[in-house]
């Protein structure tokens, strides 16, 4: 079934979504609280990380405005469920870090259904290629790396985490892994960390069919319309992978793995945290009740407040800052 011959009830309910959050980022941009000089940092847009000429192959960097550093570095993948958003919707996510002494690379990649797995996962490893090469030009130290991203950027920055620990066939998986890229952390914003399988979490509580349709629209949109080799979802359901048990070649880096109790994809955070930790792998998470999917993007929220100083806290202690 293709995006067009969808029910009315999956069209309706997808164009409400794909609006709200668009015209929510982008207007929350225009207020005087958004403007980087604001919080001490300056930015630099549009920088191509591959000669592709496609604007998806563009990111934005964001570090603070005063001092050359060396500062530790942030690859920021967005969310938006591989389909909608960009790295212009997330400002917010590069003033965050940015403000609190981080160079912050902000990415784009390609968005489905026009481009299916595995492009967002070649495109942000290539993304991430040209980070490690090219950070030192903005005051970033490479060797200080932070992997980030929600929801869909989860799943991405933990496929990368991969990436960098497991030695792979694919050529793009095979280019982290041979540039010897050793992330410092990760950090897992309410991850939906498999995207096959979408009626698993109707299957475990029931959800009210508005969700369940948000979540289905993601899988048929992501994944490939003909069969997969096994193996060949790897890195589209980085939790399954990972709950196979094999030992890395290289160790994979700290976690911290954070979402609301009230979102539902929630049990996906649990069950990373299960097979990291199976694996012999540092891994933190935190559960804040009641709150929903990406609420750590509303940082007046309680919940929110709490996430980034506990994460902060978390990244202070593994890049060893004071």
């Avoid at 938006?80 to 965050?96: N, Q, V």
């Avoid at 797995?117 to 980070?131: E, T």
């Avoid at 970033?140 to 991969?162: H, K, M, P, Y």
């Amino acid at each position: 079934m293709t995006p067009s011959s969808d029910p009315l009830r999956v069209r309706v309910g997808r164009a409400v979504v794909d609006a709200a959050w668009t015209v929510l980022s982008h207007g929350w941009r225009k207020l005087p609280h958004a403007k980087p000089e604001r919080h001490g940092v300056s930015c630099d847009y549009d920088i191509p990380y591959m000669a592709s000429g496609n604007p998806k192959h563009l990111l934005d960097v964001y570090k603070p405005a005063q001092g050359s550093g060396p500062w530790p570095v942030v690859m920021y993948i967005h969310g938006g469920g591989f389909r909608i958003l960009s790295k212009d919707s997330h400002w917010g996510m590069g003033l965050a870090y940015a403000k609190r002494g981080y160079v912050v690379f902000l990415v784009n990649y390609r968005l489905a259904p026009k481009h299916r797995y595995p492009a967002a996962v070649q495109d942000v490893a290539a993304a991430l290629n040209w980070i490690v090469e090219h950070a030192h030009e903005y005051g970033g130290d490479a060797s200080r790396l932070v992997l980030a991203g929600e929801s869909a950027g989860a799943n991405l920055a933990t496929s990368l985490a991969i990436m960098t620990s497991y030695r792979r066939d694919e050529p793009f998986a095979k280019s982290v892994f041979d540039a010897n890229i050793r992330p410092r952390a990760v950090i897992a914003k309410c991850g939906l960390h498999q995207v096959s399988d979408p009626l698993r979490f109707s299957r475990r509580r029931r959800l009210p069919v508005f969700l369940q349709d948000r979540i289905v629209e993601v899988s048929k949109s992501y994944l490939p319309r003909e069969p997969v080799a096994e193996g060949g979802l790897d890195l589209a359901d980085p939790v399954v992978f990972l709950e196979r048990g094999i030992r890395p070649d290289r160790p994979l880096p700290p976690f911290f793995s954070s979402v609301g109790t009230a979102d539902p994809v929630l049990d996906d955070t649990r069950r990373l945290h299960a097979a990291l930790e199976k694996l012999g792998t540092r891994s933190e998470a935190r559960y804040y009740r009641g709150d929903i999917h990406a609420f750590q993007a509303m940082h007046f929220l309680p919940n929110a407040k709490k996430y980034w100083k506990e994460m902060h806290g978390f990244l202070n202690e593994v890049l060893e800052r004071s």
